[in-house]
């Protein structure tokens, strides 16, 4: 029977752990507004006040991701680069295509 494998890779390097600690906080920030809209919407709270919150909590994720790319290029697309590994930019011209 084959093992299991994990189907994400691992950074060749690791990420800094201010970078870990700061996206944690913010990701335990955004599960925690999350979790008060989900109060608001089965408290019947008006809808204007939940897409406000709703909002709120998109730009905060958006923070978050912007952290990790700004980490993706500055570690995991130089050092492929380095390496001659110029297809790289495609992958990353893809990610930048999902955040617009």
Do not use: W
Not at 7 to 28: F, G, Q, W, Y
Not at 35 to 63: F, S
Request: contains cysteine; glycine residues 4%.
């Amino acid at each position: 029977m084959a093992q299991k494998t994990c189907c994400c890779a691992h950074k060749h390097t690791p990420r800094s752990d201010e970078l870990k600690r700061d996206v944690e906080k913010r990701i335990n920030r955004a599960v925690g507004q999350l979790n008060g809209i989900k109060a608001m919407v089965v408290d019947d709270r008006y809808c204007g006040d939940v897409l406000t919150q709703l909002a709120a909590v998109e730009k905060a994720v958006k923070a978050i991701s912007r952290e990790i790319m700004q980490d993706h290029l500055e570690t995991c697309v130089v050092e492929q680069v380095q390496a001659g590994n110029t297809e790289i930019v495609g992958e990353v011209m893809d990610l930048l295509r999902k955040f617009s």
